[in-house]
């Protein structure tokens, strides 16, 4: 239901569209009062589950999804995979948040395209941050999970020193390890003195040649095949 004052989706929203997923009523009740207090954010459903969720999406067609990891019927990494499959194509950002400070559910949405991973108690200014990351293309993380994610990195790749071949060209390979060391296409852009959509450019097209479905995708690339130098 739209809120008061508020055009229903049916009559067209301005701004970033959101659907919020949570088995627990009141955090959806808060959300929905931080993000429908944003001028440029409007909340347009809610769901209590995974397979809600997919119809309220299929309905409302939202920009933006926050999901819950751990719900009834279907859960938030599920709903992720399904959100970024081929039957949405790109079309919805899912922003994970969740209450669980588990680095596996971290790399797995991130892994299979979510656009954030957030703590619940983040707070209202890293939630309404993280959306609008999504609108932008960039991914962002709750700081605690990025240090460790970083860390699995690093651990899981240790011996890697020869960089394997690559299919990226000179460019391309500069922004794989920006990327992979937690810059954001506005840092990446200050960083080498080019526009924000020549690096949004540059990451679409580095996803693509590497096969990832997100820009940690990328951060586990370039750890991998050992184009990320271990500084300690």
Request: proline share 4%; with cysteine; aromatic share 4%.
């Amino acid at each position: 239901m739209a809120r008061q004052g508020v055009a229903s989706p049916e009559e067209g929203v301005m701004g970033t569209r959101i659907l919020i997923v949570d088995d627990h009523e009141r955090v959806r009740i808060g959300f929905r009062m931080i993000l429908d207090a944003q001028p440029d954010m409007c909340v347009v459903a809610e769901a209590g589950d995974g397979e809600e969720a997919l119809r309220a999406v299929r309905k409302h067609r939202p920009d933006v999804v926050l999901a819950d990891i751990r719900m009834p019927v279907l859960d938030g990494l599920e709903l992720t995979r399904r959100l970024t499959g081929p039957e949405f194509k790109g079309a919805v950002k899912v922003i994970v948040v969740t209450t669980f400070e588990i680095d596996e559910y971290a790399y797995i949405a991130l892994r299979d395209g979510a656009s954030g991973f957030l703590l619940k108690r983040s707070g209202p200014a890293l939630l309404i941050e993280a959306v609008r990351s999504a609108m932008n293309g960039d991914t962002l993380i709750s700081p605690q999970i990025t240090v460790r994610l970083l860390e699995h990195f690093r651990r899981q790749h240790a011996g890697t020193d020869e960089p394997r071949e690559t299919p990226l060209t000179e460019r391309e390979l500069e922004i794989a390890r920006l990327v992979a060391r937690g810059l954001s296409n506005t840092d990446i852009a200050t960083e080498l003195f080019i526009s924000i959509g020549t690096v949004k450019t540059h990451v679409a097209s580095v996803q693509r040649k590497v096969a990832a479905t997100s820009r940690v995708g990328i951060a586990a690339w370039a750890w991998e095949n050992g184009h990320i130098r271990r500084t300690g």
